[in-house]
């Protein structure tokens, strides 16, 4: 049987306005989410706007899409995904 591992890669553009819609998205389709990796920029001066987060997506692969359907509406993100085949 053949499977695949979705990876989902999301540049936040401005963390702060971001936010709230993307982790709302993200708690809706947390069922699917298999890991999550996020971080940002962050030194004794500040704290970076921008972040960037990686996601392993497990399940149907129409809930993988739904998800970034979902992810590719919210304004001031980019996503970019992978697919490997087993």
Same mark, same amino acid.
């Given at each position: 049987? %053949?499977?695949?591992?979705?990876?989902?890669?999301?540049?936040? &553009?401005?963390?702060?306005?971001?936010? *709230?819609?993307?982790? @709302?998205?993200?708690?809706?389709?947390?069922?699917?989410?298999?890991?999550?990796?996020?971080?940002? %920029?962050?030194?004794?001066?500040?704290?970076?706007?921008?972040? &960037?987060?990686?996601?392993?997506?497990? *399940?149907?692969?129409? @809930?993988?899409?739904?998800?970034?359907?979902?992810?590719?509406?919210?304004?001031?993100?980019?996503?970019?995904?992978?697919?490997?085949?087993?």
């Amino acid at each position: 049987m %053949e499977t695949e591992i979705n990876i989902v890669t999301i540049k936040v &553009l401005d963390r702060i306005k971001e936010a *709230g819609r993307l982790q @709302n998205t993200l708690s809706e389709f947390s069922s699917i989410i298999n890991t999550r990796f996020g971080y940002h %920029e962050l030194n004794d001066m500040k704290c970076s706007r921008t972040g &960037l987060i990686i996601l392993e997506l497990k *399940g149907p692969d129409d @809930n993988a899409h739904s998800l970034i359907k979902k992810l590719q509406d919210i304004g001031g993100i980019l996503v970019k995904t992978m697919t490997f085949k087993n």
